[in-house]
């Protein structure tokens, strides 16, 4: 890494160790330029989103390895899901921290907190299997072969999700794949971004006298398609916040059906992307404006839909007045 007092850095490399560290620079405020001929999925998403600039080049001796790391001292290997949190490190739990610092091999996503792995020991093997939206990714059974396989070598393993690994996390089915397997498998939870995105923009989910719960639901898939099994009318009629996660491209699709289906078309509605990062954007409309205010933005977001995304919570607040 070579830095100069404009705040720019360029780093060498293109693998999962060469993400963390871009990460970490990112999270300092510094334009980062990465020198690579290939880069993990995870660089080329935040190259993608114009985060980073990627050139493409060979980088005599890079940093890249390959070798899988010996178990330390374990005689059988374990794996551990983490809740990485929504991207800040300092949202990473304590117990997840150590579960990393005591790992043989890091199984990562593009959404986990990169940052928290540039520390690491250099012997620390990190695989990037990265999902990007629209792009490059990892089938899920081929990680999951990847936590078995690495745990049956007598490693300790770690895979490092974003958010909680319950919530749309598919942490369940990695569980299930390790029990299968005989693998013993541990979860350390994480902060959601279905509760944290919001939080980050000053936004809280439930708020007393304005609403007394929150659903969240995934917009992976529109309304009206045949894998969907949400029940929009339901929904429009529950009173509660409505948290969306994944739901970036279906966003205006997701709105239309709930005011279809009778919720307030002045609603309020904010979409809050790259939360707890230092590329966090925040809008702000109702339910019938949102898709057309926040058509600039790209995943990963998080829209809240519900009065407690309005301007005026605080003069509508219940606080200092009895139950
Ligand atoms: C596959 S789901 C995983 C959710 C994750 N397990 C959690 O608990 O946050 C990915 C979605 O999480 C949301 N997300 C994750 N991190 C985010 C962030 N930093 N800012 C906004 N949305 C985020 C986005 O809706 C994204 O499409």
Same mark, same amino acid.
């Given at each position: 890494?070579?830095?100069?007092?404009?705040? %720019?850095?360029?780093?060498?490399?293109?693998?999962?160790?060469?993400?963390?560290?871009?990460? %970490?620079?990112? +999270? !300092?405020?510094?334009?980062?330029?990465?020198?690579?001929?290939?880069?993990?999925?995870?660089? !080329?998403?935040?190259?993608?989103?114009?985060?980073?600039?990627?050139?493409?080049?060979?980088? /005599?001796?890079?940093?890249?390895?390959?070798?899988?790391?010996?178990?330390?001292?374990?005689?059988?290997?374990?794996?551990?899901?983490?809740?990485?949190?929504?991207?800040?490190?300092?949202?990473?739990?304590?117990?997840?921290?150590?579960?990393?610092?005591?790992?043989?091999?890091?199984?990562?996503?593009?959404?986990?907190?990169?940052?928290?792995?540039?520390?690491?020991?250099?012997?620390?093997?990190?695989?990037?299997?990265?999902?990007?939206?629209? &792009?490059?990714?990892?089938? !899920?059974?081929?990680?999951?072969?990847?936590?078995?396989?690495?745990?049956?070598?007598?490693?300790?393993?770690?895979?490092?999700?974003?958010?909680?690994?319950?919530?749309?996390?598919?942490?369940?089915?990695?569980? /299930?794949?390790?029990?299968?397997?005989?693998?013993?498998?541990?979860?350390?939870?994480?902060?959601?971004?279905?509760? /944290?995105?919001? /939080?980050?923009?000053?936004?809280?989910?439930?708020? %007393?006298?304005?609403?007394? &719960?929150?659903?969240?639901?995934?917009?992976?898939?529109?309304?009206?398609?045949?894998?969907?099994?949400?029940?929009?009318?339901?929904?429009?009629?529950?009173?509660?916040?409505?948290?969306?996660?994944? &739901?970036?491209?279906?966003?205006?699709?997701?709105?239309?059906?709930?005011?279809?289906?009778?919720?307030?078309?002045?609603?309020?509605?904010?979409?809050?992307?790259?939360?707890?990062?230092?590329?966090?954007?925040?809008?702000?409309?109702?339910?019938?404006?949102? +898709? !057309?205010?926040?058509?600039?933005?790209?995943?990963?977001?998080?829209?809240?839909?519900?009065?407690?995304?309005?301007?005026?919570?605080?003069?509508?607040?219940?606080?200092?007045?009895?139950?």
């Amino acid at each position: 890494v070579s830095t100069d007092i404009t705040r %720019r850095v360029a780093v060498l490399g293109g693998d999962a160790r060469a993400a963390a560290e871009a990460s %970490r620079w990112l +999270d !300092q405020g510094v334009d980062v330029t990465v020198v690579a001929a290939e880069v993990t999925a995870a660089i !080329q998403d935040l190259a993608d989103r114009g985060l980073l600039v990627w050139v493409r080049a060979e980088v /005599a001796d890079g940093p890249d390895r390959q070798d899988d790391p010996s178990p330390a001292g374990r005689s059988e290997g374990s794996v551990t899901l983490v809740g990485g949190g929504p991207g800040d490190p300092g949202l990473l739990t304590v117990a997840g921290r150590e579960a990393l610092e005591s790992a043989d091999v890091v199984i990562t996503d593009r959404l986990a907190p990169l940052t928290s792995l540039a520390t690491l020991r250099p012997e620390v093997r990190i695989i990037d299997v990265s999902k990007i939206p629209g &792009g490059r990714s990892t089938p !899920q059974e081929e990680i999951d072969c990847l936590l078995v396989e690495h745990a049956l070598a007598g490693r300790s393993v770690v895979r490092l999700k974003g958010g909680d690994p319950f919530v749309f996390g598919r942490g369940g089915e990695e569980v /299930a794949a390790c029990e299968a397997a005989g693998v013993p498998v541990t979860v350390i939870p994480g902060v959601t971004s279905a509760v /944290a995105a919001a /939080a980050a923009a000053g936004i809280p989910v439930t708020h %007393r006298g304005v609403t007394q &719960g929150f659903t969240v639901i995934s917009g992976h898939v529109p309304p009206d398609h045949p894998d969907s099994t949400l029940d929009f009318a339901a929904l429009a009629r529950s009173g509660t916040t409505l948290v969306v996660l994944m &739901g970036v491209r279906t966003l205006g699709a997701i709105c239309a059906a709930l005011v279809d289906a009778g919720l307030d078309a002045n609603t309020p509605a904010a979409v809050v992307a790259d939360a707890t990062r230092p590329s966090q954007q925040v809008v702000r409309g109702t339910v019938s404006t949102i +898709d !057309q205010d926040a058509r600039d933005v790209r995943p990963p977001a998080v829209a809240v839909i519900g009065d407690v995304a309005g301007p005026s919570l605080r003069s509508r607040s219940s606080l200092g007045t009895d139950r």
